[in-house]
């Protein structure tokens, strides 16, 4: 090759370099080369202007001693910063840390690639990535999440009471079913998120109850075909009135289907087996319990050991058998009461 | 200041402080007496040699990158400014130095120089 193309071709290379550059800095990505000491061999504009030094100064420089960072709240020591982490040849991984400014705290998602040529000593590509915004963003999220569940909890629950308000011999029933329902969910071993929506599905069950006219709810008497068929409505009229709401949980079933039983002899559908959600199962039986235990102005409490008798004479039949066991085992140890409700909490609050 | 030149011609006539001058292809034009007794390389070993003789390798994607931005764009970040960087001699040591590095266009084309005083 002449001189001349030889220059030719280092004009070229040098083009190509120039372009790589300049497009490395319009990044807005921090970018940095280290040697396998963790010594900045170069960086890019961001860089230096994350640490908020000249780029000059950075090469040579220890990327750890100039730049210390943070995880879960700890400064982390030189063996789990990024440059220093062993990686094997053609490796790449990304992390989260944490970097702390004199004036606020940033959250950089870094990345190291390693590169290994023949002929000289291994290099590693670290790019910070700025996540602090979208952290931020994710965390204000949860939290507003968390209060709109609170909210939404919180109005189910006055729900339930409005419904209560208009049957004061039946007063505290839904909360009563929904204590013991929650119960047995736990038992079962549901999941946290599980038990709340069963527990919640229960407080509203008889929200159709209120279109009944107060008269037949507090009747004290024996009440004729015809009202009972009347009663018998409130498992429709709720699934009507909640199944247009968006809830994240199916409450509208349980409204539905709590007087459903296995063999089909509920109502209003006459559903059997499995057709019956799993949740509608566990309230109906809560609901046979509570209702047989307490009070009612047309009879006296019937008692505990009646009602246990009556769902484990119907196990099966009527009611689901893993949660008639379940329910159950909760009286038999002694662990609940429908005054007091569960005795131990068995799940992590 | 003779460590803080203001033109090639200074640079060319610097007698204490070692200095080299390099033309737009990286390649060595020039080195003065000082710079073959602190570096160890004659006159005759330096020049027609590219100058990344004298940094060390780790510096060299560095070096590439920022002096082919500059010839292409005529942007620098480390010119006219002295600079603590590595350098290296003949025997292979490095050793730190302050740089001076400026840059002159003559019949149209860059000469770029530094002067390099060990710390």
């Known amino acids: 090759m002449s001189q001349g193309s030889i220059e030719y071709h280092i004009r070229q290379l040098q083009t190509t370099l120039g372009k790589m ?5 319009s990044i807005l990505d921090a970018i ?13 504009k961001s860089f230096a202007e994350l640490i908020g030094k000249p780029a000059v100064l950075m090469l040579g420089a220890d990327l750890v001693e100039l730049m210390p960072l943070e995880r879960e709240g700890r400064q982390i020591g ?12 053609s490796e790449s991984t990304a992390s ?8 606020r705290l940033l959250a950089l998602e870094i990345s190291i690639s390693s590169v290994d040529f023949t002929g000289s000593d291994s290099s590693r590509v670290v790019v910070f990535h700025d996540v602090t915004e979208q952290q931020q963003a994710m965390n204000q999220l949860q939290e507003s999440q968390e209060e709109l569940r609170i909210s939404l909890i919180g109005t189910i629950g006055v729900i339930g009471k409005a419904v209560e308000a208009r049957d004061p011999y039946t007063s505290g029933h839904q909360q009563r079913v929904s204590r013991l329902a929650r119960a047995i969910a736990q038992e079962m071993g549901l999941d946290r998120e599980h038990v709340e929506w069963v527990r919640l599905g229960a407080a509203i069950h008889d929200i159709g109850k209120i279109h009944l006219p107060a008269e037949i709810l507090s009747k004290p008497g024996r009440i004729s075909e015809m009202e009972y068929e009347l009663i018998k409505t409130h498992a429709q009229v ?14 509208a079933d349980i409204a539905h289907q709590h007087h459903e039983r296995l063999n089909g002899s509920g109502y209003p559908q006459g559903l059997k087996g499995d057709d019956i959600c799993l949740e509608a199962r566990i309230v109906a039986v809560a609901d046979v319990i509570e209702a047989m235990s307490s009070h009612r102005p047309y009879r006296p409490a019937i008692g505990i050991e009646k009602a246990l008798d009556e769902i484990t004479g119907n196990r099966g039949k009527f009611y689901d058998p893993d949660v008639v066991d379940a329910c159950c085992r909760l009286f038999e140890q002694g662990r609940f009461s429908l005054e007091d409700g569960l005795l131990t909490d068995r799940m992590h609050n | 200041m003779a460590e803080q030149p203001k033109s090639i011609d200074e640079m060319l006539r610097e007698a204490e402080i070692p200095a080299i001058v390099v033309d737009e292809n990286g390649i060595v034009v020039f080195v003065n007496r000082p710079f073959e007794q602190v570096f160890g390389w004659s006159k005759d070993e330096m020049v027609g040699e590219l100058i990344v ?5 780790t510096m060299h994607d560095a ?36 740089h001076f590095i400026i840059a002159e266009k003559a019949e149209g084309k860059w000469l770029i120089g530094s002067t390099i005083k060990p710390l």
């Open chain 2, 53 to 57: 003789k004298i940094i060390p390798p």
């Open chain 1, 21 to 25: 550059e300049i497009a490395l800095d």
């Open chain 2, 63 to 98: 070096h590439n990158l920022g002096f082919s931005r500059f010839v292409t764009t005529g942007r620098a970040r480390l010119m006219n400014q002295p600079l603590r960087l590595a350098a290296v001699g003949k025997d292979g040591r490095e050793f730190e130095a302050e």
């Open chain 1, 78 to 89: 030189r063996d789990e910063h990024p440059s220093h982490q062993t990686m094997g040849e």
């Open chain 1, 32 to 44: 940095i080369w280290t040697d396998s000491k963790g010594k900045i061999q170069w960086c890019n």
């Open chain 1, 238 to 251: 709720g699934y009507e009135i909640l199944k247009d709401v968006r809830f994240p949980w199916p409450i």
């Open chain 1, 96 to 103: 989260v840390y944490h970097y702390r400014q004199p004036d």
